[in-house]
């Protein structure tokens, strides 16, 4: 998810022994203080509590005052009116209560100008070809799988104000990477959630919202890793095999599995299993099953800082630039040579620094950004081996903003996997 990355990214959060029942009830009584602000101030943070980050349990919103949609819904197909516009969502639109919005049907909740957000510049400079989005539906963070079937599958953070709470996680069908059929929420938080159901206090307001989750067919299943900020991890299995689930906690449904956003799997080649997550500092093997861990977090080693500013965020300088990135890891392997993505800021760009290594856990080496603007999604082959990026727009350079879109990429010569701008159609 393209958000700071959580605080204490290390520490084991909420496990069995560290928080009951009780203690859930007496927080969630005590935040009463809170909701009593919130409404006063019409939602937006209003001091002493603006300041509370802690992700401490709070009551919910009261009834209908959270206008926002928790679902995107179906969408539609892209059309000349839709594919340069559409959203543009930050906690400081949230704080003056609006998204920019441009695009066709109803403005959504309290829109803010659009302040020509579409400037597209990735493209006018030649970094990427002109590309539009794959369809016309509010989304951060696709990502897109192809599954078992020979259908492909998509995820995303979804819904209208992710940064105070969103539904679930939406589910996406296509046989070709053009059409795309809603398959509906697939997890509800209310109705599938374990942990996940506690609102939580996040920058100052009731917070509850699924961000980055990623569907993965694995071993014959499908599985949906997803985080909670402020919450936590966990992974999700589907109980029929089939991407539409129904689907429950693989394993530790009754507490996250680690502090942290942006979850992630990597199924190598060999059938082992890794979990990994944020910035891509620390990794675990997970059971054969995937019922578990098989072993210990251990971290990732990475070999080969950039020390230029202007290859990252502003998040990274307290490290010294010595960060792959600072949030939206993926894994993936091509040719025996395993390659990790985080998301960082390139030239104020949001797109994957990409390393690689000989093992799973390290040491990577030789970072750089791979497709600009592409950032908080994943890599993916197509049904002809074709190498894709996901795109959803997250700075002004893109041509489109919070719409899933696919950026061409090849393998260069020296193993790279970079922007391809050869012509090519779905």
């Known amino acids: 998810m393209a958000h700071p990355r959580d605080p204490d990214r290390r520490a084991m959060l909420f496990g069995g022994a560290a928080i009951g029942t009780a203690a859930l009830t007496g927080a969630a009584q005590a935040s009463g203080a809170l909701t009593q602000t919130f409404q006063e101030s019409g939602g937006k943070p209003a001091t002493p509590v603006e300041a509370d980050d802690t992700g401490r349990p709070t009551d919910p919103p009261p009834p209908g005052h959270y206008t926002y949609r928790g679902r995107s819904g179906p969408g539609a197909p892209v059309t000349p009116e839709s594919e340069r516009g559409g959203w543009v969502s930050s906690e400081a639109a949230v704080a003056r209560k609006g998204v920019r919005y441009k695009g066709p049907g109803p403005v959504p909740f309290d829109p803010l100008p659009w302040e020509n957000s579409d400037s597209a510049r990735a493209v006018t400079q030649g970094l990427i070809p002109p590309i539009k989005p794959l369809w016309n539906v509010h989304m951060r963070d696709p990502i897109i799988c192809l599954g078992g079937d020979g259908h492909y599958y998509m995820t995303g953070t979804t819904g209208d104000n992710v940064w105070t709470f969103n539904d679930g996680i939406e589910l996406w069908r296509s046989p070709d990477l053009k059409r795309w059929d809603y398959l509906g929420l697939v997890w509800s938080i209310e109705k599938d959630g374990v942990w996940e159901k506690q609102w939580r206090v996040r920058k100052g307001m009731p917070f509850r919202a699924v961000w980055a989750p990623e569907i993965h067919f694995i071993k014959g299943n499908y599985y949906i890793c997803h985080s909670i900020s402020r919450s936590g991890l966990a992974v999700l299995k589907s109980t029929t095999g089939k991407a539409e689930g129904p689907y429950v906690h693989a394993f530790s449904p009754e507490a996250p599995l680690k502090n942290g956003i942006d979850a992630t799997l990597f199924a190598d080649d060999d059938g082992a299993v890794y979990l990994t997550y944020g910035a891509g500092d620390e990794m675990v093997r997970l059971k054969d099953d995937l019922s578990g861990y098989a072993d210990v977090w251990k971290p990732i080693r990475f070999e080969t800082p950039d ?120």
């Open 307 to 426: 020390p230029d500013p202007t290859h990252h965020n502003k998040k990274c300088v307290h490290r010294g630039f010595s960060d792959v990135g600072f949030e939206g890891v993926t894994m993936f392997k091509h040719e025996g040579r395993y390659y990790l993505g985080v998301v960082d800021r390139f030239d104020g760009r949001y797109s994957f620094a990409l390393t690689h290594a000989d093992k799973p856990f390290g040491p990577y080496r030789g970072r750089y950004e791979s497709v600009p603007c592409a950032g908080g999604g994943n890599f993916f082959r197509d049904k002809e081996g074709r190498w894709w990026c996901t795109l959803f727009g997250n700075d002004n350079e893109t041509p489109f903003r919070e719409m899933p879109g696919i950026v061409p990429a090849r393998m260069d010569a020296q193993g790279r996997l970079v922007t391809d701008h050869a012509p090519r159609r779905l």
